[in-house]
Each structure stands twice: as structure tokens, then as C-alpha cells.
């Protein structure tokens, strides 16, 4: 089966760095996403990593270990408006799907 | 470019009532997604199209759920009848080419209601 771990809950003041951490077990593994949900919001896309390491863009960054079955999501200069719910997702190439986690619950406090 | 519209936006009904939802993909995606998530939850696949051709059924409730694709564009899901266990947010989405998720494009959603 697919499962991805996640935690259900962060928060962070505006203006800091957040950190998302994701741990996976899936078989087919081709590679992780990242997606952001505000309340009542389509999951909107924000990284994919198909190779170990560190990819940046703009304030938000996703890394992945393969070796680990582990990545995180990284958002720097937080906003307010960045409060809304990540998640976790492995593509599994075989099957053509993203396999979603449980999600993380971002506030973001004054 | 209009991104995937899904309709309607909420539907309450009476467990037993059938209900459908529809979607439209983003314009010249050959992959559409179903999806269903509960509160609290990410969204776990019910069915996966290529073109008209439904590859990836496995995880749809057969005994009450369908789904179509007619023409390899909009599709609609169809809970007959819904129980009160169905009440979530059904979404859609589509991708322009199955091998890369870069351009996996979510709708806004249905969000049903049983009562």
C-alpha cells in the first residue's frame, strides 16, 4: 500500500521559516509534490521532486531523500496568507496517481 | 486559459437521492481525475481516464458510484443512491500529459452534503 506521514498541525509567526516534513512508504515511487489548499480551495501545485536534493522557488523550497523515503516542504518569509493546509503526494508512475498525505495545517500568527 | 470547472459548487441532499457531479478539463488535458476528500484529509483517487477510457477504476465504489467520459472531455460522477457516508468534497482534476505531474490541475470542487 501508500501511506505518507505528515503533521497535522504548525505554527509559525509571520515573517519566520516553516519547515513541512513528509515521510513515505509507497512502492513505484517516482516522485513527491507538494500541494496548497486554503479552506473551501482546489489543491493548488507548488513542487515536485523527482531527484534527491533541494528545489527552490521563490519563498517556498521542497526537498527529497530517496535513500530516507523522506522530504519536507520549506516556506521562508511567511505570511499571513500562506496560513492553509500542504500536502504531501507521491506519483507513482505505474499507476499514473498521486497518493495523498493526511495534510499539515499551517497558521500563521501575527 | 479557464482552469477545471466543476459544477455544482455544493448539493445537499437526502441520503437515498441520487446526485451528480460534473467537469470540465483544462482544454486539450487527455487525463481526468476523480478524486474524494473527507474532512481533515487529502484526497484519496477514485477513477483515472485517459481520453474516454476509464484505466484506473479501482478504488470506486462500484455498487453506487459511476462515472463517464464521453468524448474524451467532460465527465460526470453519479452516487446512486448516496448514503450519509458520502458527504464530502468530490474533486476533479486534470494533467496534459500522464508522465509528469507538473501540470496535474485541481478544480475547486462539489462539496456534497447527506443528510
Known amino acids: 500500500g501508500q501511506s505518507l506521514e505528515q503533521p497535522s498541525e504548525v505554527t509559525a509567526v509571520e515573517g519566520a521559516i516553516v519547515q513541512i516534513n513528509c515521510t513515505y512508504q509507497?512502492?513505484?515511487?517516482?516522485?513527491l509534490s507538494w500541494y496548497q489548499q486554503h479552506d473551501g480551495g482546489a489543491p493548488t501545485f507548488l513542487s515536485y521532486n523527482a531527484l534527491d536534493g533541494l528545489e527552490e522557488t521563490g519563498r517556498f523550497s521542497s526537498f527529497l531523500s530517496r535513500s530516507d523515503s523522506y522530504g519536507y516542504l520549506l516556506l521562508q518569509e511567511l505570511q499571513m496568507k500562506d496560513s492553509a493546509s500542504y500536502f504531501c503526494?507521491?506519483?507513482?508512475?505505474?499507476?499514473?496517481?498521486?497518493?495523498f498525505g493526511t495534510g499539515t495545517q499551517l497558521k500563521v500568527e501575527l | 486559459e479557464a482552469g477545471v470547472v466543476q459544477s455544482p459548487r455544493y448539493k445537499i441532499i437526502e441520503k437515498k437521492q441520487p446526485v451528480a457531479f460534473w467537469c470540465n478539463p483544462i482544454?486539450?488535458?487527455?487525463?481526468l481525475y476523480w478524486y474524494r476528500q473527507n474532512l481533515g484529509q487529502g484526497p484519496e483517487l477514485l477513477i483515472r481516464?485517459?481520453?474516454?477510457?476509464?484505466?484506473?477504476d479501482s478504488q470506486l465504489p462500484k455498487d453506487r458510484f459511476s462515472a463517464e467520459r464521453l468524448k474524451g472531455v467532460d465527465s460526470t460522477l453519479k452516487i446512486q443512491p448516496a448514503e450519509l457516508g458520502d458527504s464530502a468534497v468530490y474533486l476533479c482534476a486534470s494533467s496534459p500529459d500522464r508522465a509528469n505531474p507538473n501540470g496535474y490541475t485541481f478544480g475547486s470542487g462539489t462539496r456534497l452534503t447527506v443528510v
Open positions: 481516464y485517459e481520453n474516454e477510457e476509464a484505466v484506473d
Open positions: 509507497t512502492s513505484g515511487f517516482y516522485g
Open positions: 482544454s486539450g488535458h487527455n487525463t
Open positions: 503526494a507521491s506519483f507513482t508512475g505505474g499507476g499514473n496517481k498521486l497518493t
